[in-house]
């Protein structure tokens, strides 16, 4: 992947959070827009992370299990929330707001920084 497909993935990212949360205050949808990107969210990072996860953790990482454990709290409290299932609406929030600061991380770290090398990119 080059820097360039970096960046603009980082930029889709953050702006599918900015419109959940449009989609939740301005059009005045409730938050069912941020459960169902946290859901979406959640499933992408574990079906892009998971694979690896073996490797990660042979080299001795705990910051990705760590990660994935996260997202799978994440994934199962918006899926139980989109279900009809009683979740407190203060952990999909949660869920939502760290992963927006973990985006815009990730979009600063794109743009201060370029890959020379190969790896996930």
Not at 21 to 30: E, N, S
Not at 65 to 79: D, H, I, Q, R, W
Not at 102 to 115: E, G, K, N, P
């Amino acid at each position: 992947m080059s820097n360039e497909l970096f960046q603009a993935i980082a930029v889709v990212i953050v702006l599918a959070h900015v419109g959940a949360l449009v989609a939740c205050f301005a059009l005045r949808r409730g938050a069912r827009p941020v459960v169902m990107f946290n859901a979406l969210a959640s499933a992408g990072v574990l079906v892009f992370v998971v694979p690896y996860l073996l490797d990660e953790i042979s080299y001795g990482d705990l910051l990705t299990p760590g990660f994935c454990a996260f997202e799978l709290l994440v994934l199962t409290a918006a899926v139980l929330s989109l279900r009809s299932i009683p979740v407190p609406a203060v952990l999909n929030w949660i869920g939502f707001a760290i992963n927006l600061l973990i985006s815009i991380c990730v979009l600063a770290f794109a743009f201060l920084f370029q890959m020379k090398c190969c790896g996930y990119l």
